[in-house]
Structure formats: structure tokens, C-alpha cells
């Protein structure tokens, strides 16, 4: 067969040994061919005759690549990089040995080898940002594949999300939509019409706020696996709140199978723990990804716990989770006839007194370890200085988006969003070269110097009056670099004199402790942590 280049995703793990024999055929096309050839092909080509003889391409490779590893594969020109690679791609079987990918034989599960592993030879085969492209000098010589853009919508109406196909002369390439437009799109296109043809009078606001990649902005394609795809939620009043079974059934028998070649239909199954995924749509009833509830259920129980946004306590701020606050003001809303986006607005962000006593209480908590990362060291523990070193880089993280008036997410998000905070290159670049550091002269100066442009961020953001920061080399006659911390802390907590924040200890809140998901995620827990400031 003619050769060709296939790519997908990137294979996590590979298990291979063989020795292996190519036979080389030249007929005008470069051919491979594995078995099934005599020893001595005799080849006339243009007036030119030829003898041609096995080669032995690979012999006696063994190897095991594990999770996680990056290997770089080396070699002359003719050693067998491209022979390994294709064979690991199933374009090649090996006469001898076995190869597994992933638990699976590229020659026999050759497609869905290619739904995890992503190969590049050359310039030929063509990249188009998270696009799969599968490209050929010769596309209808490929097997298994569709040589059509009708049959490539079947595919993917199969459920193959991931398969794209650009055709020689043809412009049928499936992109990646980002959640909330994809989402959007599919309110107003298909669910908007029927919901005004069977609901006319029904005061609601729809949108896609609250949790999901896709709500902060972040899904790429490797989100569409889970709890992504064409979905919304519907808030109603109270006293509609009896109607939301009929108006979701309403919807499951009136919307399309599919939005944007995406799948609508949503079920639980191979995923743990109930959550939902697209499946193609075969039979029984659409089960599209629609939360339908009362909008005061929604904001008081299910997501703050707080109904009243514009009167929230001091203490009742330093008990939200953060994540969740910042869940509930991104994303997008479609149709607001019950006014959210004005009640949002009183939780846009912290307010300013609860925004000094966070500031205060990441410094203080920061004063309380500045000395330990060479401390540590000095005494070989160079796992405890990189952890110490860690807990401050993390606060200063926190620290920047308290200065930049932004929430802070979770822990998957956290460096995702902090690298796209408006603070300097420099502060970002000190913060990754102090936790990656494994030389403690490196990692004492960068955290030191984080430290003072975090310190710089403090004093341009105007929160006090100006503080002058310096580096003592010597801290207690121990060598030891420090900022003191502390001086910025006292002079936030200062700002707090006279409101409601003065009496709290700074101990911050239970946002700055990393993976606490599972308090902020069982409401009545959450509450009883205010009796921490009591």
C-alpha cells in the first residue's frame, strides 16, 4: 500500500519488542510491504534493472516506555526511527515480536491506537492548531477511514469526536468549539424557538455559569470527554418550578440529535460517579444535558448557599468558596428575564475590607515560613525547603489575584489562571524557577525575589501607603534571606481598623488550603466553619 501519515492525540504509554524484517519494493510509488514476498524480487523500472533483498530494518528492539515518561529517540539517518514510529502507528507490522500501545496491537486495533497517539514525519503531515488531520499521497488507498465528508459526519455521529478529514481537494475539517459558544448557540438555534412556541408567558433566565471547564474558558479538546458539549441551564421562578419536568421533556422530544456535529444526548454510562458525557443518539428517549431549577434554589442551595448577594456578612465571605464565587460569575448568559447578571454584580468580587484581611493574611502566613527554605536545607532536608518553598509561591499566587481583583480557582485551573493574570513576566518567571529549583542557593533567591516584586505589585496597587522593602542576607546572624514579610501584613491589617474584619485572626480562609473541595462542596460543613473566627 502506499505510504501515508495519520495523527491523533498523544500516546501516554507505549510496550514494545520485536525484531523486525521490511521488504523495499520501488515501482514509482514508495512501497512497504511485510510479508507475503519472495526472498529476490527481480524489478524492471524504466528501462533499469534491479535485484533487491530483505533488509533487516529493526533487530532485537526492546523497550518500555511508562506513563508519563518523555523519551527522546535517537539515531543516524537509516536506523530505524521512522521503521519504530510507524510500527507503533500500525502502519508497519513487525514479522517477529509484538508491539502494545496502550494495552492494545496497532495491527489489529490500528483506529483506536490513532484516537491516542499522534505521529509527525516530516513536513507532510499537516497541524491545524488541535484539529486531527489525517493527510495521504493517496487518501482512497486508506482503509478504515472515510473517504467522503458524508461519511466523516457519519463517524462522528458515531460517536468518533476526535477524526477529522481533509481530502485531497476537499475542506471538511472538524474543529474544536469553545463550550460556551457551542452552548450558546445551541439556546438560541434549537431551544429558544421551542421554548417560546410551547411556553410563551415562562419568565426564565438561561445561561452556562457555574462549573465546567468550558465556564471558565479553559476546555480544549480533551475536555469534550466529560461534562461538555451543546448544554445550558434553565432558571425559573419559584412558582414555576412545578413545571420543569414538562418543559424538559417538552425539550428532549423536540431538539435535534445534534448541534454542530455535536451530540446532544447525554448519558452516565463508562463514566464514575454519574457524571455525563455526549454518546451518539441511537434509540429511546434524547436525554439532553439540561439542568432545569428555581433560580433561588439555584443561587441559595445549590451553589452559594447565600440567597441575599447583596447583604452578605463579613464572615459569611470568608466562608464561600472561592471557586465556586468565581464558577458563578464567569460563563455567559443567554436570556435574563429574572435579572441575575444585577444580583451577580454584587458578588463580582470580594468586598475591600475582605480583600485587606486576605492580603494581611497571606503575608502574615508567608512571615511565619520566610526563614525556613534555607533553614530547612541547611539542616539536608531538601524536601521540606521545596515544600516550604511551594506553600510561599503559592501565596504569592493568591496574593496577585487579590491584587488584581480576580478570584483564584481551583487547583486544576490555578496556574492556568494565574498565568494569565495582567502582573509581570518576571514575577511569573522568579515563582517557576523557586519550586523548580533543586539547588537551594537557586531556590532561596528566586522565592526571595518573587517576593519582593509581589511586594512592588502591593505598593502600585496603592492598598496602603508605600512600604519600603529590602533583602536582609542575615536574618538572626543565620544567613538567611529574608523581606519581613510581616511589615506588609501589619500595614493591611492596619487598613481594618474599625470594621468587622479587625477582630479576625489572620489565618485567611479555607480557600488558601489547597484540595478542601470536599468542604466547600457539602454546604452545611461549609457553614460550620465560621465558628473558626467565633
Wanted: with cysteine; charged share 25%; glycine share 8%.
Amino acid at each position: 500500500m502506499p505510504v501515508t501519515e495519520r495523527k491523533r492525540g498523544i500516546a501516554p504509554l507505549f510496550c514494545v519488542w520485536w525484531p523486525c524484517a521490511v521488504k523495499i519494493i520501488c515501482t514509482g510509488y514508495f512501497y512497504v510491504q511485510i510479508r507475503g514476498s519472495p526472498p529476490n524480487l527481480q524489478v524492471r523500472w524504466g528501462g533499469c534493472k534491479g535485484v533487491f533483498k530483505i533488509i533487516s530494518a529493526l533487530d532485537n528492539v526492546c523497550f518500555t516506555i511508562n506513563r508519563g515518561e518523555f523519551v527522546a529517540y535517537a539515531g543516524p539517518n537509516g536506523a530505524g526511527k521512522s521503521t519504530t514510529m510507524k510500527l507503533l502507528a500500525g502502519m508497519l507490522q513487525p514479522t517477529a515480536g509484538s508491539v502494545s500501545v496502550l494495552g492494545m496491537s496497532p495491527e489489529k486495533d490500528r483506529i483506536k491506537v490513532m484516537s491516542k497517539l499522534g505521529v509527525l514525519f516530516g513536513n507532510r503531515t499537516e497541524l491545524y492548531g488541535v484539529t486531527i488531520i489525517v493527510t495521504s499521497h493517496d487518501m482512497d488507498d486508506l482503509v478504515d477511514i472515510s473517504s467522503s465528508e458524508e461519511q466523516s459526519r457519519e463517524k462522528i455521529k458515531e460517536g468518533d469526536y476526535t477524526l477529522a478529514l481533509l481530502k485531497s481537494g476537499g475542506n471538511f475539517v472538524k474543529e474544536f468549539i469553545k463550550g460556551l459558544d457551542l452552548s450558546e448557540s445551541y439556546f438560541n438555534e434549537c431551544a429558544l424557538p421551542l421554548l417560546q412556541k410551547h411556553y410563551p408567558d415562562l419568565q426564565y433566565t438561561a445561561g452556562l455559569i457555574g462549573w465546567g471547564s468550558d465556564v471558565l474558558g479553559y476546555d480544549d479538546s480533551f475536555s469534550t470527554d466529560h461534562c461538555w458539549g451543546p448544554r445550558f441551564m434553565l432558571y425559573l421562578r419559584d412558582e414555576d418550578d412545578c413545571k420543569k419536568h414538562e418543559i424538559y421533556d417538552m425539550l428532549a422530544e423536540n431538539l435535534p440529535h445534534e448541534h454542530r456535529g455535536f451530540s446532544t444526548h447525554f448519558t452516565s454510562d463508562g463514566h464514575e460517579d454519574g457524571v455525563r458525557g455526549m454518546k451518539p443518539f441511537t434509540e429511546g428517549k434524547l436525554k439532553p444535558f439540561i439542568e432545569i431549577v428555581a433560580l433561588e434554589e439555584y443561587v441559595g442551595g445549590w451553589h452559594i448557599g447565600i440567597s441575599d448577594l447583596a447583604n452578605i456578612s463579613d464572615l459569611d465571605w470568608l466562608t464561600l468558596s472561592e471557586h465556586r464565587l468565581l464558577g458563578i460569575t464567569s460563563g455567559r448568559i443567554f436570556k435574563d428575564d429574572l435579572g441575575l447578571k444585577e444580583r451577580l454584580e454584587h458578588i463580582r468580587f470580594y468586598p475591600e475590607n475582605v480583600r485587606l484581611y486576605l492580603i494581611a493574611s497571606n503575608w502574615r502566613l508567608i512571615s511565619k515560613e520566610q526563614a525556613f527554605v534555607k533553614r530547612c536545607a541547611d539542616v539536608g532536608d531538601n524536601i521540606g525547603s521545596a515544600l516550604v518553598c511551594g506553600r510561599i509561591a503559592e501565596r504569592l499566587m493568591r496574593l496577585a489575584f487579590l491584587y488584581c481583583k480576580k478570584y483564584a480557582p481551583y487547583s486544576k485551573w490555578f496556574g492556568t489562571a494565574f498565568s494569565k493574570l495582567p502582573v509581570s513576566d518576571d514575577l511569573k518567571n522568579a515563582l517557576l524557577k523557586a519550586v523548580t529549583a533543586y539547588d537551594i542557593e537557586t531556590r532561596e533567591n528566586e522565592i526571595i525575589r518573587a517576593q519582593l516584586l509581589t511586594a512592588d505589585l502591593h505598593n502600585k496597587t496603592g492598598v496602603t501607603e508605600f512600604i519600603g522593602i529590602k533583602v536582609d542576607d542575615n536574618y538572626l546572624g543565620r544567613g538567611i534571606k529574608t523581606i519581613y514579610a510581616d511589615r506588609i501584613a501589619d500595614a493591611a491589617k492596619a487598613k481594618l481598623k474599625g470594621t468587622g474584619m479587625e477582630k479576625y485572626p489572620l489565618i485567611g480562609s479555607f480557600n488558601g488550603v489547597a484540595e478542601m473541595n470536599d468542604l466547600w462542596d457539602f454546604l452545611p460543613l461549609m457553614r460550620k466553619a465560621k465558628a473558626i473566627y467565633e
